[in-house]
Antibody, heavy 118, light 110 residues
C-alpha cells in the first residue's frame, strides 16, 4: 500500500523558515515525479513545486519562486520543501503528491498545516 | 483567477446526473493529460480520474471523464448525498511549466 506522510508544519512568524517533509512507503520517490500542492483556508488547490524523478529537475509556482526549494533524499525516500521568507499568504495545508508517470495515477498525503502569523 | 475554468457550483437531485466542465487552452488540456479530484470537507483531495478517462481501483464507474480539444468533462451519474464535495480538474501547462488546477466546483445534491 502506498502511503505519503507529510510533516514539519506549524506556526511560524512572517519572514521565518520551515522545512516540510514528505516520506513515502510502498513507493519509490526517486523514480517518481513529486509535487507540493497547498490549499489556503477556504480556497482552492494551488500547485507549489515539482521535482522530477528522472534527472531531478525542479519547477516552482511564481508565488514561491526564490523563496521555496524542493529537494529529495533518495536514501530516506523523502521529498522536502524548504520554505523561507514566509508570508502570511503562505498559510495553508500543504500536500505532497506523487506518480511514476504522467499517464499513471497519483497518490496524495493527508497534508500538514503551515500557519504564518505574528 | 485559475488557468483552468470550472463552474463554481452545480447541483442535482439524488439519482440524477451532473456534468462538470473544465476549460483550458492548447498549452494545458489540449496538450496533456487531465486529472479530476474530489475533496470532501476537511479531507485531502482524492483522485477520481487520471489520464483523461481512467479510474483508479476503487472508484465506481458512476464517475467518468472525457476530454475534447481544450476542454475536459467529469460526469457523475446516480448521484448520492455522499457525492457532495468540491471537485477539481488539474493538468500540466507545457508552456508555463507549471501544474494548473481549476478553481473548483462545489457539488450540491439536493
Amino acid at each position: 500500500e502506498v502511503q505519503l506522510l507529510e510533516s514539519g508544519g506549524g506556526l511560524v512568524q512572517p519572514g521565518g523558515s520551515l522545512r516540510l517533509s514528505c516520506a513515502a512507503s510502498g513507493f519509490t520517490l526517486s523514480s517518481s515525479d513529486t509535487s507540493w500542492v497547498r490549499q489556503a483556508p477556504g480556497k482552492g488547490l494551488e500547485w507549489v513545486s515539482l521535482i522530477l524523478g528522472s534527472g531531478g529537475d525542479t519547477y516552482y509556482a511564481d508565488s514561491v519562486k526564490g523563496r521555496f526549494t524542493i529537494s529529495r533524499d533518495n536514501s530516506e525516500n523523502t521529498v522536502y520543501l524548504q520554505m523561507s521568507s514566509l508570508r502570511v499568504e503562505d498559510t495553508a495545508v500543504y500536500y505532497c503528491a506523487t506518480r511514476r508517470d504522467p499517464r499513471e495515477r497519483d497518490y496524495w498525503g493527508q497534508g500538514t498545516l503551515v500557519t504564518v502569523s505574528s | 483567477q485559475s488557468v483552468l475554468t470550472q463552474p463554481p457550483s452545480v447541483s442535482a437531485a439524488p439519482g440524477q446526473k451532473v456534468t462538470i466542465s473544465c476549460s483550458g487552452s492548447s498549452s494545458n488540456i489540449g496538450n496533456y493529460y487531465v486529472s479530476w479530484y474530489q475533496q470532501l470537507p476537511g479531507t485531502a483531495p482524492k483522485l477520481l480520474i487520471y489520464d483523461n478517462n481512467k479510474r483508479p481501483s476503487g472508484i465506481p464507474d458512476r464517475f467518468s471523464g472525457s476530454k475534447s480539444g481544450t476542454s475536459a468533462t467529469l460526469v457523475i451519474t446516480g448521484l448520492q448525498t455522499g457525492d457532495e464535495a468540491d471537485y477539481y480538474c488539474g493538468t500540466w501547462d507545457t508552456s508555463l511549466s507549471v501544474w494548473v488546477f481549476g478553481g473548483g466546483t462545489k457539488l450540491t445534491v439536493l
